[in-house]
């Protein structure tokens, strides 16, 4: 019993001075494992007399499960304290954060020049546009054959309505929706996306993207143009870069003009990536059309501007020296990892 009694008192204070999951776990052998001092105590009931065995059984049965009991109770205390303290010696985990698309890093750049230059930055448009919006507005008559140019999606009528519905061929039709409800002076630019129903190649996608750009006023004309686009290749390359513009033909603009910026590859002196030019052609522009203003809700006579869009695809195929468009939107992650 004296024995009993001291296993008790040490074993106790033990247990609760146990500052480390191991420490306990030796303190469990000491006194609970197959030769632990309690578990020698139990063992050799067999050899004590009935009496003793009475007066002993009983007293060494309890002492075990109180012990056991108590090393349960400080291993659950020792275990939720080692989870709460912070290691600084343990290696970092990785964290894995995402990052932008290669066309949404240029996107945002091209849109941050412009808001650096006081255009406001209007959302999106339908994509789902009506002929009206996409043509018709857009001096882009019936049967003309500039409409061509454009190969359309058309959708399958809803309803009885008249209107024929498409998927916008280019961001455009945002000229008119903004002038119907804007009143000038104003410069703005529409990022979206657009869709052609062509095939594709490494520098034609059904399925890309364009930033309109509008300015109207009573006295905007194509100098401010010229020195907004030239302003606006020198930060995006970083570099000046010689700006060139020819006529071309767009109805919805007069004169239309086709802008061609020195080679950012060769500086003009002829490569692979400007077909040994020197010039690369990167925007449809001009001033817009008489007709255009009109459907607007504008006066001709009063007012004037000049438009242009741009495919951010192009400019950031040059930026980053990618051969191919089709590499935006294919899902290769060893592409867009490289950003
Ligand atoms: C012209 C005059 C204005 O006053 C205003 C806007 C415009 C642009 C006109 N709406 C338009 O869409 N012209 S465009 O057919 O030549 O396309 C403009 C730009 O979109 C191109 O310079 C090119 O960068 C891009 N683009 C055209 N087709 C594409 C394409 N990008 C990828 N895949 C295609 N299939």
């Known amino acids: 019993m004296d024995k009993l009694e001291q296993i008790k008192i040490a074993a106790e204070r033990e247990i609760k001075d146990a500052s480390n999951l191991k420490s306990l776990e030796d303190l469990r052998i000491k006194y609970l494992g197959r030769s632990g001092e309690l578990t020698m105590i139990l063992r050799s009931l067999a050899d004590m007399s009935l009496e003793e065995k009475k007066i002993v059984g ?9 012990l056991d009991s108590m090393i349960t109770e400080k291993n659950k205390k020792l275990s939720e304290r080692k989870r709460s303290v912070l290691d600084v010696s343990r290696p970092g985990k990785k964290i894995k954060i995402g990052h932008l698309h290669p066309l949404s890093i240029v996107e945002k750049e091209i849109v941050d020049i412009f808001r650096s230059m006081s255009f406001s930055v209007i959302d999106g448009g339908p994509e789902v546009e009506t002929e009206y ?44 929706r903004y002038m119907e409800t804007h009143k000038p002076p104003f410069q703005i630019i529409v990022p979206g996306r657009v869709f052609r129903y ?42 000046k870069l010689t700006v060139r513009l020819r006529p071309s033909y767009f ?20 490569c692979n990536i400007c077909k040994d030019s020197g010039w690369l052609e990167v925007m449809g522009a001009g001033m817009v059309h008489p007709n255009v203003l009109k459907a607007g809700g504008y006066d001709p006579r009063e007012y004037q501007g000049f438009a242009f869009g741009v495919g951010p695809e192009r400019i950031a195929m040059l930026k980053y020296n990618i051969p191919d468009i089709r590499m935006f939107y294919g899902g290769d992650l060893r592409f867009i990892n490289q950003f």
Request: glycine share 6%.
């Open 58 to 66: 009983p007293k060494a049965q309890a002492l075990r499960m109180e």
């Open 133 to 176: 919006y996409n043509f018709d507005a857009l001096n882009i008559p019936k049967n003309h054959p500039a409409r061509e140019m454009h190969d359309t999606f058309w959708l399958e009528k809803l309803g009885n309505k008249n209107e024929r519905l498409l998927l916008r061929t280019h961001t455009s039709p945002m000229q008119i």
């Open 198 to 239: 062509e095939a594709t190649d490494a520098s034609h996608e059904i399925n890309f993207s364009q930033i309109e750009c509008l300015m109207v006023g009573k006295d905007v004309n194509l100098s401010n143009f010229k020195f907004i686009i030239e302003e606006f290749f020198a930060r995006l390359f970083k570099k």
């Open 251 to 270: 109805p919805f603009v007069e004169p239309g003009l086709e802008v061609d910026i020195q080679c950012v590859k060769c500086g003009g002196k002829g």
